[in-house]
Every structure is written in C-alpha cells, then in structure tokens.
C-alpha cells in the first residue's frame, strides 16, 4: 500500500524548529511527508534539515520543478495538509485565498483535511482580523488547533504557543483515519473531565481511585480533531496536554463540580470521564496525623460529595445540551449500567467493567454506550480513542 501523503506547511516563526518533530514523527509513523515552507520559514530552519528529515526536495516557490506542476500537484495529491506553525499572515492568506507561493497554492488546491496549528503572540491571536480568519477556515472545514497558553519568544507569556508537537501529531492522526469527514463538531464548546479526585485526609494524605485519565484525555483530543472547543478539566493525571484543548487541573470533586459547572455554562456537551469520589473525609486535619502509641486509630468520618452528573443532568445549563456518564462497574454491569442511567438522568450512559488489569491505566477499553432512548451500542475492545470516536458520533447524532 502507497504511504499516506501528508503536506507539512512551515511558515515563518520561531516554533519552526518544533515542526522538525512534528516531521520526524510523521515519517517514523510511515507517511511521505513533503514539507511546504514558506520563505520566512527559511529563516529559521534551513531547508536542508526540511529536506534530510523528510527524504523529499523542498522548495518555498512554485518556479522550482516548474515542469511537474508543483503547485497543483502536492496539494491534489496530499491525503493531508498540516500547517505547523501557522502564522497569522498565513491564516490571512488561506482565509482570502492568496497564492503568492508554494504553500498557499498548496492549500488552495487541495482537497483533502487541511490542519492549521497556529502560534503566534497573544495580540496577534486576539487581533479581530485573526479571528475573523479563523472563524472563516473552521467554517470551510479546515481543523484550527487552539494554541496552548504559555512562554512565548521573549520573556512574555500567554496564549499563542505551539502545542506540544507530539499532540499535534495526535491530531493529524485522527483526521487522517476519519478520511475527509466534515469536523462534525466544529462550532461546539464541549467539556469533558478525567482522571480521578484526591480528598485530602491532612497535608500528606489523601483518598483516590485508580483512574488516569487516559480515556477522559481521549475524547479530549478527538473532539479537538473533530474541530470542537475542548474543555478538559484534570483531575490529577499528569498527563501531557491535548493539543488545541484548554486545560483546568482540579484536585477534589468540589473543585471538579465547580470547574465542570462553570465550563458547561455554555456547553454543547458535558462528558463526566472522571472517577468522582463519592465521599470525602468530614474533616481535614491542617498538621500530619501522627499514630498514637498504644491507641487504636481514630475512624476516619465520611460526607457526601456532589453527585455533578446527576446534578448537570437535572439541571441543564442550556437546552438540548447533551451530557454522558461513565459507569465502572465490577459486578452485573448491564443491571447497574441500566439503573444508573435512569439515577443520574443522563443522554448516554458508557458502560465499562473493570477489574484486576481491565481498563484502569490500560490503552484499550471494552464497553457498552446506553441511551436514554432505549438505545444499546457495543464498542468492541480497542483503542481508547475508538471509544472516543464512538460516544462523540452519539453526542453529534443528538446536536443535530
Ligand atoms: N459522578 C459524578 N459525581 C459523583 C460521582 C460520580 O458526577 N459524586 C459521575 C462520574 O463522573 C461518572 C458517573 O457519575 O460519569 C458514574 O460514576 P459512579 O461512581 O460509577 O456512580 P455512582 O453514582 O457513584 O454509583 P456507585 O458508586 O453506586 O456505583
């Protein structure tokens, strides 16, 4: 089988040289990678490095190779366009439909998903042009990554980063295998929360559950690839951040609710991934609890926390907002599945089993989607983000 052709798009800012792992990893995963600079590029990575990393010649104008076309033919050919960094004058120019180099002939000739990760400084980002454009490529289909908040050129901070190479590449992955598929969610502002609550005993101590967050991170990133607004709110994962998605890191489940609450205000859907603790201790101790010699341990007393499902589900922040809940379960997993869905009053309801070695910390995930329709879909065992995949083609069904 021919590789899959992907056209990587460098224009000229600093986070250039971040696109040589974007490169190396999209080769190493066995796709043809021609790398489509612009001139401005140049000026921080070479093109011999372009040329080396990707094993294909490497040129900034339409006037090399004039006898293969080159500026029809990448773009007809290429099964995907990434643009890594993506400056605000490049958006500007796909925006308008500009062709005044190799690039943007590229991306005016392909037919294929085109993804834009922009980086630029926070004014540039925030310019009402900017966002004009932006809001004009997500329109016509185009895959526009949100840049990450962070350290940019210079001593300043704030959004505008290039995000972490490894998650675009996630990103390029997953619209690669949808093929040319609309961005189902673009325009919608999801939330989804994962990893599990800690509630502190004293300093040093706290109750938890195994989750990691991993599935929670999966839809995140989907969802983002999908074209959406992603909210993800962390409960302890120490996992790398999602490309394009806006990370709230909570600890307990009373900061879970309120960060959750406060994102869903707005919210398309609401996906509750994350283990919630239950209860938490009544009381927290300020200083460590010390054993006392000879005395038996003092019990620890437990409270209710929140049940945020239920509560969301009860209480929609916006009609027709679709809200999913996660049901571990050890034991009868469709009798509980069943009766939790009608408890929490949830749209969809994702079934899993878990147990010694099943699903906690794992790749893979095995489960059942119920509906409040009626409605039963089995996703076979797979990948995390095929799960993912599945739960959001239910969540669209609903939208629309
Ligand atoms: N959940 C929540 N708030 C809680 C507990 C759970 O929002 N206080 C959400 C979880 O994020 C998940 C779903 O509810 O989406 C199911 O959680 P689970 O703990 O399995 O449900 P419980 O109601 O706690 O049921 P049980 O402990 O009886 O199995």
């Known amino acids: 089988m021919d590789k899959p052709k992907v056209v990587l798009g460098v224009s000229g800012g600093i986070a250039a040289y971040k696109a040589c792992d974007l490169l190396r990893r999209l080769t190493e995963s066995g796709h043809d990678v021609r790398v489509v600079p612009t001139a401005s590029a140049l000026h921080f990575v070479g093109a011999a490095t372009w040329s080396a990393l990707s094993g294909n010649p490497v040129s900034t104008e339409v006037w090399d190779d004039v006898h293969e076309v080159p500026h029809v033919r990448i773009g007809q050919h290429a099964d995907l366009v990434v643009v890594a960094p993506a400056t605000a004058d490049t958006l500007a120019k796909a925006a308008h ?27 540039m980002w925030e310019h009402p042009a900017t966002r004009e454009n932006v809001a004009t490529l997500r329109r016509r289909g185009a895959v526009v990554i949100e840049p990450a908040v962070g350290r940019l050129t210079g001593v300043d901070t704030g959004k505008g980063r290039l995000p972490d190479p490894a998650e675009i590449f996630e990103v390029c992955r997953h619209v690669l295998a949808r093929g040319v598929r609309e961005p189902d969610l673009a325009g919608r502002h999801v939330v989804v929360s994962a990893g599990g609550t800690r509630e502190p005993l004293d ?106 499902l239920a509560e969301m589900s009860a209480d929609r922040a916006r009609p ?14 469709l009798a509980n599945g069943r009766a939790k869905l009608r408890r929490k009053g949830c749209d969809l309801l994702v079934v899993n089993e878990v147990g010694e070695r099943k699903t906690f910390g794992s790749e893979e995930n095995e489960a059942l989607v119920l509906g409040a329709d009626g409605s039963e879909t089995p996703v076979p065992h797979g990948p995390k983000e095929a799960l993912a995949e599945t739960v959001w083609d239910l969540v669209v069904h609903r939208l629309s």
Request: glycine letters at 8%; hydrophobic letters at 45%.
């Open 203 to 308: 300093p040093v101590r706290f109750l938890g559950n195994r989750s990691s967050g991993k599935q929670g991170y999966a839809l995140a990133r989907t969802a983002a690839a999908r074209g959406a607004r992603v909210t993800l709110v962390a409960a302890n994962t120490g996992l790398p951040d999602p490309a394009g998605v806006d990370v709230v890191p909570v600890g307990t489940a009373v900061q879970l609710r309120e960060a959750v609450l406060k994102a869903a205000a707005d919210a398309d859907a609401v996906v509750m991934a994350a283990a919630v603790a239950d209860f938490r201790p009544e009381t927290y101790a300020a200083g460590k609890i010390k054993k006392k010699d000879d005395k038996d341990p003092d019990p620890i007393v437990l409270v209710r926390n929140p049940d945020i």
């Open 97 to 123: 439909g500009l062709a005044d180099d190799l690039l943007t002939n590229t991306l005016l000739t392909a037919r294929c998903p085109v993804v834009f990760a922009p980086a630029m400084h926070t004014e």
């Open 320 to 333: 027709g907002q679709v809200v999913v809940g996660f049901a571990a379960e050890t034991d009868d997993v």
